[in-house]
């Protein structure tokens, strides 16, 4: 009876410790916070006003509210929508709930603080594992004399079947747990629901989109710094 129950314990250990291990390093996932965390510090000439870096930053949030509502799938990030298949009324009322309107929600220019937020669609086409995601998250930006430090985390899925519109579990039977419809994306590196390869899928696109989005805004920052008036 012992060596079974070993057999089966060396088992649940091979199937889920692998898949713990393998989604938490797909995106930055901090142990000690428990949460997905984009972060990085980016240093810039210390004769550059923190001021002119704070405006670079924001004229980022302003310049174009189509990179703060991204769609992917498994064939890769940044598809249109049209490649997207399910019933069109049912699809526009779920993009309407989640869709960034307002990219910047805070703006404190003493403090240098600016706090946004972003949205990414992810369509995984698969019957009875993913369909249709949204992918909220938020985005702060802190900027002081030669660099600014952004921090892109709260990441938040809500998985919809695409020709209902209808809420639906990630592979679970029942609503709850670490494979419930809605709720925190650490939750997904946790689902036993035997799917992993589906929600690595998605954390892969999803990755690729927030290292694009970090990308871009590294771009627009430095291509973006008002001269001083003298």
């Known amino acids: 009876m012992k060596t079974i129950f070993n057999i089966f314990f060396g088992l649940f250990l091979l ?3 692998p898949a713990f291990t393998q989604l938490s390093t797909i995106m930055p996932y901090d142990t000690s916070t428990k949460k997905i965390i984009y972060s990085e510090v980016v240093k810039m000439d210390t004769s550059i006003n923190p001021q002119t870096i704070y405006q670079a930053a924001k004229g980022w949030f302003l310049s174009d509210i189509t990179k703060f ?9 940044d598809v249109t929508d049209a490649f997207f298949t ?9 993009d309407l709930k989640h869709k960034v309107d307002q990219p910047l929600t805070s703006d404190d220019p003493q403090g240098r603080v600016l706090i946004g937020r972003g949205m990414y669609k992810y369509f995984g086409s ?15 930006i802190q900027v002081k004399k030669g660099r600014y430090k952004y921090e892109i985390t709260n990441f938040a ?20 747990g670490n494979c419930q419809s809605s709720g925190p994306m650490e939750n997904l590196i946790f689902c036993d629901s035997g799917i992993t390869n589906a929600i690595e899928k998605m954390f892969n696109s999803t990755d690729q989109y927030i290292q694009w989005l970090t ?7 430095s291509e973006h710094l008002e001269p001083e008036n003298w």
């Open 215 to 221: 990308s871009d805004l590294k771009n627009y920052v």
């Open 69 to 77: 509502n991204k769609a992917g799938s498994t064939k890769g990030s």
């Open 157 to 176: 899925t809500a998985h919809y079947n695409p020709y209902t519109g209808k809420s639906c579990t990630y592979g679970s039977f029942s609503d709850k």
């Open 15 to 17: 199937y889920t410790v």
């Open 126 to 140: 698969s019957l009875g594992m993913i369909r249709s995601v949204y992918i909220n998250f938020s985005i702060k």
């Open 86 to 94: 399910g019933n069109k009324s049912t699809m526009v009322t779920n």
